[in-house]
């Protein structure tokens, strides 16, 4: 079945870049994407990569995805202390209601 | 403001109550979602809605119980959970098609006593 793994856990310092990894097995990823969850908040969709590109930047954030690998990761440039929370992982496949969500890496900024 | 909207936020309950949880969502999608956020779990999805329809109920408990009226409002429907139905519950909403981007409410924090 489908799996998508994430490290439970990341610390940086305010103003370093944060680099948060995420693997996933289906191969027939169609779409990959990053929720951002702030404390007793919903999830909130930060970005999307589409299967057929090896990266994609939206400002301060930097997608790039590995196909051959399965790998996906978020860059997040000049990490701010709003930047603290849960970030999670999500792909879509086998159908466009199919998604399966990782556990979500809580991203903590040092001031 | 992701334009999926969930009453209450909080909702504290007996294991002998009867209570609903509510979801409203202003755009214009086709398909409407609960999933379950317990700590240092994945993100469960429960239920799936398409036009009304259910066509997803991912091995469910009975004590929930979904309803969708239309393809705005969801409801859940809750009835002598057990204390570790506690968690966040969360509505979403997404288009039909390929690019189906799921839009999420900011969450119903339930907790059963």
């Known amino acids: 079945g489908e799996d998508v793994e994430q490290s439970l856990f990341l610390s940086v310092r305010e103003g370093d870049s944060s680099v948060i990894n995420c693997t996933y097995t289906d191969s027939s990823s169609t779409y990959l994407y990053w929720y951002k969850q702030e404390p007793g908040a919903g999830l909130q969709l930060l970005t999307y990569i589409f299967s057929n590109m090896d990266m994609k930047q939206d400002q301060r954030l930097t997608v790039l995805l590995n196909k051959k690998d399965k790998h996906l990761s978020l860059r997040i440039a000049d990490t701010q202390t709003g930047d603290s929370a849960i970030y999670f992982c999500a792909e879509v496949s086998g159908g466009y209601q199919k998604v399966t969500f990782g556990i979500g890496t809580k991203l903590q900024v040092i001031p | 403001e992701t334009g999926v909207t969930q009453t209450p936020r909080h909702l504290v309950m007996g294991m002998t109550n009867k209570k609903s949880l509510k979801c409203e969502q202003h755009l214009g999608h086709n398909a409407m979602y609960w999933y379950k956020q317990s700590a240092k779990k994945p993100l469960e999805l429960m239920f799936v809605?398409?036009?009304?329809?259910?066509?997803e109920n991912n091995s469910v408990p009975s004590r929930f119980s979904p309803e969708c009226p239309n393809s705005s409002h969801l409801f859940l429907h809750l009835h002598t959970l057990q204390p570790e139905d506690s968690a966040l519950y969360l509505c979403?909403?997404?288009?039909?098609?390929?690019?189906?981007?799921?839009?999420f409410g900011e969450g119903s924090w339930l907790t059963v006593v």
């Open positions: 809605y398409n036009f009304k329809e259910q066509t």
């Open positions: 979403a909403s997404s288009p039909q098609g390929l690019e189906n981007t799921i839009y």
